[in-house]
């Protein structure tokens, strides 16, 4: 068995390029499905963020270039892109990187807590499709485990910078006092929910949140006194706005250059601040050629992130220890299983000798003999059936000198018996 863990994240790879890889929550049931058969493998879960795509996946064999090559099929893209920015890893450096990946240790914002539940989220999803089994399973848990350990054991989670608060502390440079601006926040997830309170902290003039649903948009626009809107709103509202950040699923992009041209016009060239940290993107990159428009892409914020990675050094030590300490547990559990079907043959074949003593008993008894006589007969015979293969394979290993299965028979059996003459005569 092989456990495979192959994708491009943001060290590997630009926005350009995951974005084209990125899956929409509707593709990834079948998604699954399809890699699954046209990989050849067993189980599979597919991963993908803003930061990331990533197959994690088990299979009789390294299947790596095989997923490699239904990934680029899938999404349409040269193979060879992808081979230049992606990585795998396999087994033991498969299970230390999904443990990495689980409590922030790879994300682009060290310790950034979001990625957890989004690894939970693809497991979950993976398992409705079905291509989730007791292997992946297995690894899975483990992962989840051991993210939680670095979470209570490190302080690399305590108030991590995350993408939201890079954003916003970004807008500060463009913007020094922003009790006089206001925000068009575009998306009603996780993202936009930090977005909004880390403007709020900052006396933020005003917010306007735009969803697909405006249901959802009400939802986070009352925990911040802001104004909900539809996407279809957005044209109507964009020339009141300074600041534009937006983090959709969107497959499509939501803004486009034509529309921030209107907004332009009617500011009379006010500048604007966007930061787009949708993967694929929902701002269209033309917008960036727009003379008063600052626009920024997720992987702009690396000068921000940076600073939190140099501040968790220490615990970033600490993490690793953990988690080494995770894979050799991993790897001991995963040699404990390989050798399952082997005592299993041994308990089986233990049974067979048990089950023909004691047919052989019960007939001896049906046929008038004494109990006693029968129970001696048994244990004797059970006694006899037990030890008489092993007794002929220790012969046989005195015979050709095999000394040192003599050893591993005595230690296995915990026979006492003194070794010092066997040795004497090995040498």
Partial sequence: MALIALGINHDTATV???????????????????LCLSANLSEAVILSTCNRTEILAVADNDQSNEILHWLAQ??????VSLQSSSYCHINAEAIFHMMKVACGLDSLILGEPQILGQLKSAFAVAQQAGT?????????????????????????GENPVSVAFAAVSLSQRIFSDLSKTSALLIGAGET?????????????GRIIVANRTLTRAEELAKQY???AILLSDIPDKLSQVDIVISSTASQLPILGKGAVERALKIRKRRPMFMVDIAVPRDIEPEVADLSDVYLYTVDDLRDIIDENKQARKDEVVKADVILRDGVEIYQAVQRVNSVVPVVKAFRQQAEALQADVLEKGLKQLSNGVDAEKVLESMARLLTNKLIHEPSMQIKKAGEVGDYNFVRKFTELYQLDVDLSEIVEMES
């Fill in 16 to 34: 350009e390029v995951r974005e084209k890889v990125a899956f929409a929550p509707e593709q990834m049931s079948d998604a699954l499905q399809s």
């Fill in 74 to 79: 899938y999404h349409a893209v040269p193979k």
């Fill in 132 to 156: 989730v089994g007791g292997a992946l399973d297995h690894a899975m848990q483990h992962t989840f485990s051991y993210a939680k350990k670095v979470r209570t054991q490190t302080a690399i």
């Fill in 192 to 204: 936009i929910d930090l977005v909004a309170k880390h403007l709020q902290g900052r006396n933020i």
């Fill in 225 to 227: 006194s802001a104004e």
